[in-house]
């Protein structure tokens, strides 16, 4: 965004979007200001905190400027700020004339407000889930036979009847992750999205909590784990309900394959060289402010250092993580080790396995669904077909969301 057209002067009256101030969590002279509807947040001096606040009161420019210097024996160009804030898009109108901007993403279930889940967090709450968790964990040291295997997978016969109502499932449990995060945010009152996303040749649904950043970082943590929490929760659950209730067999069945098909997912939130739930822990622990986009740039880095003695660079190769405070660059070159090796590993087992594997299944399914059009078995066609649906449908849908999600870095590379 450009400077605003209206002219910041001593006497211009500046109107801000709602905006979140509050105090570092590293840094008491630093505070975090930002648009939680924009996702947009930046470090600034304690200083600007205050500029902030009285500006919001509808004080002149010249009268912020004179007060901030009896107060804080400052000299700030206050009209100076006020157009960067501008170029942040954090202000609203100057003198009464609005300023262009990028119109907010609209947060999904808005009606959904603090005081509506802050339950969803509280102690009794937490008591109850610990409680039923530890029942689940002790009942399968006392009954280690009901421990998932792989077996339960294939509650059918009918391995594409399996995978259908097994994915069905996995999708409802992705939902209700997601879901988590972002009441946990809006516990928290800040907004959210839910969205499909990629990572590496993963289809993901994931959940757009940029706006915790005006939140402290002690509470933020709740937003990260929530998801893997009802996970826990819910294979609890289902464990107890195999361990004591009397079951119908079916049930009993399509019970385990349930509580198979949750516990696999956990630990692809431990795959930290990508944004997973646990990795936002690690960023935080760690202190850095983008740890993935960090690490990811000295690879990057690297990989360049490595082809300077053969290929002469169009302009000189720089240390990306040169500018992070000590802390942060350490962090940023031990975790970069991590990420090339991660994404290395996971794409080329892909790669050598589970490609090969989608795609010989995908054509024994075309196969089977052929033959059963020709006269061959009916079940096995349909068995085939449903396979086909699922496992297609989710390659399709990967296609769909990687194309659409990297558009414009698309465009940058044709053009």
């Not at 160009?77 to 609005?98: H, N, Q, R, T, Y």
């Not at 993403?105 to 509280?122: C, M, N, Q, S």
């Not at 993935?292 to 990306?320: E, I, K, N």
Request: net charge negative.
């Amino acid at each position: 965004m450009s400077v605003p057209a209206a002219e910041v002067g001593a006497g211009s009256v500046v109107r801000l979007h709602p905006l979140v101030v509050r105090p570092d969590d590293d840094d008491p002279e630093t505070i975090v200001a930002g648009r939680p509807d924009l996702g947009e947040f930046v470090e600034l001096p304690a200083v600007c905190g205050e500029v902030i606040r009285l500006l919001g009161e509808g004080r002149p420019v010249a009268d912020v400027e004179a007060a901030v210097a009896d107060e804080h024996d400052v000299e700030l160009d206050v009209a100076d700020f006020v157009e960067s804030l501008a170029d942040l898009e954090f202000v609203a109108e100057i003198d009464g004339l609005p300023l262009p901007g990028t119109a907010p993403r609209a947060a999904h279930f808005p009606g959904v407000t603090e005081r509506h889940v802050r339950w969803l967090f509280a102690g009794p709450v937490r008591l109850v889930w610990l409680a039923v968790v530890a029942a689940a964990a002790l009942t399968v040291v006392v009954r280690p036979e009901l421990f998932p295997h792989h077996r339960d997978f294939f509650w059918s016969e009918y391995t594409g009847l399996s995978v259908l109502v097994n994915t069905a499932f996995f999708s409802v449990l992705a939902s209700v992750h997601e879901m988590m995060h972002l009441l946990a945010a809006r516990s928290l009152g800040a907004p959210a999205r839910i969205a499909f996303g990629t990572r590496l040749h993963y289809l993901v649904v994931q959940t757009d909590v940029t706006a915790i950043w005006g939140v402290p970082r002690r509470h933020r943590y709740r937003v990260y784990l929530a998801g893997m929490a009802s996970d826990l929760f819910l294979i609890a659950t289902m464990l107890l309900a195999v361990a004591y209730l009397p079951l119908p067999g079916f049930a009993d069945a399509l019970l385990r394959a349930f509580i198979l098909t949750a516990l696999l997912s956990l630990p692809l939130q431990a795959q930290i060289y990508m944004r997973t739930d646990l990795y936002f822990v690690l960023r935080d622990l760690l202190r850095c402010k983008d740890l993935f986009g960090d690490g990811l740039r000295y690879v990057r880095y690297l990989l360049a250092r490595a082809v300077t003695p053969f290929r002469r660079p169009a302009s000189p190769v720089t240390d990306p993580t040169g500018e992070l405070a000590p802390h942060e660059r350490r962090a940023v070159r031990i975790y970069a080790v991590a990420l090339a090796l991660g994404g290395s590993v996971t794409l080329t087992v892909f790669a050598f396995y589970g490609g090969p594997i989608i795609v010989n299944g995908l054509v024994h399914a075309f196969a089977a669904v052929w033959d059963g059009l020709h006269g061959g078995p009916a079940i096995a066609a349909v068995d085939a077909a449903l396979l086909i649906l699922v496992e297609g449908g989710i390659q399709v849908m990967f296609l769909v969301t990687f194309i659409r999600t990297r558009r414009p870095w698309l465009r940058r590379s044709r053009s």
